[in-house]
């Protein structure tokens, strides 16, 4: 007979509690170890959660980080559906990013977690397509021959260092200021450079002659 798969209530406090515990023990040991390399019982020593608990909730630690990661890009994927759609003018992006940073400032070792690509390289990418979402992916309007096409990622690797720097000088700087900062470097920057690229031709290149006239 099959086993049935045991119904969890992620939104009970008390389950809430226990996973968060138990998910921030396996970020700081991830820290200094590959996953292959930590076992069940340091985790949940680290935790304070004993093995039976762990195990009420997860396989095995592979079942824990694929877990952790299907939920990290959900509540992510809802942040960005709850951010300004409208990015073209100043207030929009500010509104865009303050959304993304204030979800940073909550959920900071998720964060964390989101944003190293030595650990997730998938997530990562997964996420930096969801910036997407409210920011034109430039690859899509401009040809391969116009430099214009990289302006996304430009835009997104600077918020993801900005980010990352805020984070790791303690976030000081209030979320809208940072926000409204990363709008004008947004519609003041790459914005209108995507504009003045709009009718970019490329330069002939005339192939080298091999023989010397």
């Keep these: 007979m099959a086993t049935q798969k045991r119904r969890i209530n992620n939104t009970d406090r008390r389950v ?4 968060k515990a138990l998910r921030d023990a396996l970020f700081q040991l991830l820290e200094t170890k590959s996953i292959n390399e930590i076992s069940v019982t340091e985790l949940t020593t680290l935790a304070d959660i004993n093995r039976a608990t762990f195990y009420f909730y997860y396989t095995d630690l592979i079942d824990m980080l694929q877990q952790i990661q299907n939920e990290a890009y959900e509540d992510f994927r809802c942040v960005i559906e709850e951010a300004s759609p409208s990015v073209g003018t100043i207030e929009g992006f500010t509104a865009y990013a303050e959304t993304l940073f204030n979800f940073c400032k909550e959920h900071e070792t998720l964060c964390r977690f989101i944003i190293n690509n030595d650990i997730n ?6 996420i930096r397509s969801l910036m997407l979402t409210n920011i034109p992916n430039t690859k899509e309007i401009f040809d391969q021959n116009n430099p214009a096409r990289y302006l996304s990622n430009y835009v997104i690797n600077a918020m993801i260092g900005i980010l990352i720097d805020w ?3 303690g976030m000081k700087i209030p979320a809208h200021e940072l926000s409204e900062f990363c709008a004008n470097v947004y519609i003041n920057g790459s914005f209108k450079t995507k504009q003045v690229y709009a009718g970019y031709t490329p330069p002939v290149i005339e192939e080298e002659k091999n023989e010397e006239n």
């Design 16 to 19: 809430k509690r226990t996973k």
């Design 121 to 126: 390289n998938q997530l990562y990418t997964y």
């Design 167 to 169: 984070m790791d000088e």
